[in-house]
């Protein structure tokens, strides 16, 4: 068995967006800085398939479509021999695992969209995207910079440096965004959820067995744990509305009070709750 890994790899131009699917491995997407105004791009793309030296990929797919890179990458359980990886119990032939994995790695211009997937991988994107799209069976989501945002996995961390708004589920692990300037759903299966700064819009933050922290600009946000505590922060000066209920911990606002605000007049809302658990709302 050759386990040296060696790249495929491709290049292509006219790409305004990207699809990658990977059956099995790691998908890092990286977008170059934009060019300056002047220098035409004509949309250049770089593929390259990771891979052990005995796997063949050439059922891999990647092409470009009207302006989308599509980098298809099946299951890899067929051996060199062109048998299906496995071993023989009479007719019967049983495969051994998922395959191999190959992992894709892919170079496209700045702020164009992305969609992404793998059942068994980490998916990373870096730069900045539009509207981006990503998803992992079991394995971890980092994503830089994107418009709007719909991430989940199975089983893993998601990571999220700023976005305009959108979803994030995992399963299992910790849910973190660093900025949000819109409407945002978090949720966890089992795992914290953390939000650094948000504008805009709603938050919804929802975890089985977690702690919520959430930086709550403007807007208002709406937090539940089965089992965890949920800490809010708000500015001072702004007339925040609050709706807390843990039903086996402590309520604890510590706000300057400042008034009910006037007709018009902008203002937060905070409904939290917690099975079991503590809720503090406080200034940063």
Do not use: Y
Request: with cysteine.
């Amino acid at each position: 068995m050759n386990t040296e890994i060696v790249p495929t790899t491709h290049d292509v131009t006219g790409c305004t967006s990207v699809v990658v699917r990977n059956h099995r491995g790691d998908i890092t997407v990286t977008h170059r800085a934009a060019t300056d105004p002047g220098q035409p791009d004509d949309g250049l793309a770089k593929v390259r398939l990771l891979h052990a030296g005995d796997v063949d990929v050439s059922g891999a797919v990647v092409r470009v479509d009207e302006g989308v890179l599509l980098v298809d990458v099946p299951a890899q359980d067929v051996g060199p021999d062109g048998r299906r990886r496995g071993f023989s119990l009479g007719p019967l032939t049983i495969g051994t695992g998922s395959g191999s994995s190959v992992d894709v790695e892919v170079e496209v211009p700045g702020g164009i969209p992305v969609e992404a997937s793998t059942k068994f991988g980490d998916i990373t994107v870096t730069g900045t995207s539009a509207d981006a799209r990503v998803r992992s069976g079991a394995g971890t989501v980092r994503l830089d910079r994107c418009l709007g945002l719909t991430a989940s996995t199975g089983a893993g961390d998601l990571t999220v440096g700023s976005c305009t708004g959108g979803s994030a589920t995992t399963g299992t692990g910790t849910v973190t965004i660093k900025s949000s300037e819109g409407a945002l759903h978090l949720r966890a299966g089992a795992g914290n959820i953390r939000v650094r700064e948000s504008s805009g819009g709603e938050v919804s933050a929802s975890t089985g067995a977690g702690d919520i922290r959430l930086g709550l600009l403007s807007g208002s946000c709406q937090c539940k744990s089965g089992a965890g505590d949920i800490t809010v922060t708000v500015p001072r000066g702004e007339p925040v509305w609050l709706d807390l209920n843990a039903g086996l911990g402590t309520v604890r606002k510590d706000v300057e009070p400042v008034g009910a605000p006037a007709e018009g007049q902008p203002h937060l809302r905070v409904h939290a709750r917690s099975g079991l658990g503590d809720i503090t709302v406080r200034h940063p």
